[in-house]
């Protein structure tokens, strides 16, 4: 079945870096883009950048500019968030969703915490 | 950006009842509107796309309707299991922003 399956979850210190991967499984990697939404603890949906796998193209929200990397690897079907300079506003659950029409799949979410 | 807001913030309702959400756009986004449930310590699910296109597996009793800068999601008869946070996005430009959420109650 279709399926984006994602890395655990993250303990980091204020100013490290954090790299999650989503692992896509039961389509064509290539033929959809990947997106990557975070949820803030008992807040809403924030919307982060999307990778187009098959170009390797990205696109970000203007706050994350700067210190947001995307990344794939077709050969393993995997995209990658990286987010550099972390602080506690960036505590969140981080999650990947595959986006044609709407995000029809997503990945299960990964715990990123920061703190010192 | 294209801001979304939902109303109402919470609602509480009984089983059986029919319920609405509504999300208004800050200018047009012609059906570009996608509505999501989500359950606490789960991903977002999708719900309806093209503001009024039900997705594959979705019960026939949620339905989408609106275009340009005013949409709803309905909920004919409420279950239960509808006890969730609804989140409605749009898909216009990037970024693809999201409005801030109605959390739905069952009394």
């Known amino acids: 079945q279709v399926q984006l399956v994602q890395s655990g979850a993250e303990v980091k210190k204020p100013g490290a870096s954090v790299k999650v991967s989503c692992k896509a499984s039961g389509y064509t990697f290539t033929g959809l883009y990947i997106h990557w939404v975070r949820q803030a603890p008992a807040q809403g949906l924030e919307w982060m950048g999307w990778i187009n796998p098959y170009s390797g193209g990205t696109d970000f929200a203007q706050k994350f500019q700067g210190r947001i990397t995307m990344t794939r690897d077709t050969s393993i079907s995997t995209a990658y968030m990286e987010l550099s300079r972390l602080i506690s506003d960036d505590t969140a659950v981080y999650y990947c969703?595959?986006?044609?029409?709407?995000?029809?799949?997503w990945g299960q979410g990964t715990m990123v915490t920061v703190s010192s | 950006d294209i801001q979304l807001t939902q109303s109402p913030s919470f609602l509480s309702a009984s089983v059986g009842d029919r319920v609405t959400i509504t999300c208004r756009a800050s200018q047009g986004i012609s059906s570009y509107l996608a509505w999501y449930q989500q359950k606490p310590g789960k991903a977002p699910n999708l719900l309806i796309y093209a503001a009024s296109t039900l997705q594959s597996g979705v019960p026939s009793r949620f339905s989408g309707s609106g275009s340009g800068t005013e949409f709803t999601l309905t909920i004919s008869s409420l279950q239960p299991e509808d006890s969730a946070t609804y989140y409605c996005?749009?898909?216009?430009?990037?970024?693809?922003?999201f409005g801030q959420g109605t959390k739905l109650e069952i009394k």
């Open positions: 969703a595959r986006g044609r029409d709407a995000f029809d799949v």
């Open positions: 996005q749009h898909l216009n430009s990037f970024p693809y922003t």
